[in-house]
């Protein structure tokens, strides 16, 4: 929970940002101390009294014309009762060469959320979902949105940048997810394949035969997953050896070639014939059981 602190006052990141593009200091005043500000707090019942108390204004810009007469003709032209001076002419003789000049665009004003990207690597921000990178999922953003960019910070670090989206839209950049993890978003089977291909020559052509005649390939993916698991489980030349036989019987059926690859014995390594040594290696005499009584008893009776 944030607390006020009079040495090191948090300042609101949207006002921060506005104050350093406009170019002035802010200077907090201390909780509970109205005289730290006095000066600036004495001058808004003046206005609101003096400047727009009775008048009618229907529009912004009468209240724009209203106040800009009111400092110029009227407040303005009255005699300050500390300094003695017209107010106006006070302005006009220091005041005014001291200002920093009028800003002539319109400043685009930024909002701070928090974000969290979930198991999908994507964060929302303003119902619109940007992918952030894989080591920061489940982590806890800072996000800052105008109307060209969106960015993402942690601890005050920029990790990511993206353009900004209408509501319901995606920023997706590949770099941010695993080769296999795109792949599987963007359904893309070719990827896959070539996976398989890298296993074999013939594991690839069973790949391939798998897809190659659906109109909807992306929904094979999850047999050319379980092709790639048996190619995890056994070794790439049993497995091609395998498809080999299949795609010769014309048996595209990933079950039937997990059963196959199974059985198929040509290519196991031969058993290997060695003795296991025992546990304890002990002397046979250790294992040779003692004479009983009587027998001790006749072999003493003898002359």
Known sequence: MAKADPTDPKIVEGFLEYAQARGFV????????????????????????DCFGGERLQTIDDAHSRSRHWCVEEYGMKRHGRTRRLPREHFESEEKAALLPAPTERYDVPFWVDATPGLDQLAVVAYAFYSLPLAYRRRK??????????????????????????????????????????????????????????????????????????????????????????????????????????LDASMVDVGRLADLVRLDTRLAPPVAKVIPLARY???????????????????????
Not at 37 to 42: I, L, P, Q, T
């Open 26 to 49: 802010i200077d907090t005043a201390r909780v509970r101390h109205p005289k730290d500000k006095a000066r600036v707090e004495r001058t808004v019942p003046t206005v609101r009294e």
């Open 141 to 246: 953003l800072r996000a800052r949105a105008d109307c060209q960019l969106v960015r993402f910070y942690q601890h005050g670090k920029l990790v990511k940048t993206h353009p900004r989206k209408a509501p319901g839209q995606k920023s997706i950049d590949p770099a941010d997810y695993p080769p296999e993890s795109y792949a599987c978003s963007q359904r893309d089977t070719a990827y896959f394949v070539r996976q398989a291909h890298e296993q074999g020559e013939n594991v690839g052509r069973f790949a391939a035969a798998l897809v190659e005649k659906e109109q909807r390939p992306w929904i094979r993916m999850r047999l050319l997953f379980k092709l790639l698991g048996l190619a995890r489980k056994y070794s790439g030349a049993r497995l091609d050896a395998s498809c080999k036989t299949a």
């Open 281 to 303: 290696l002990r002397p046979s005499s250790q294992y040779a059981l003692p004479l009983a009584g009587c027998e001790r008893s006749n072999e003493g009776d003898e002359p």
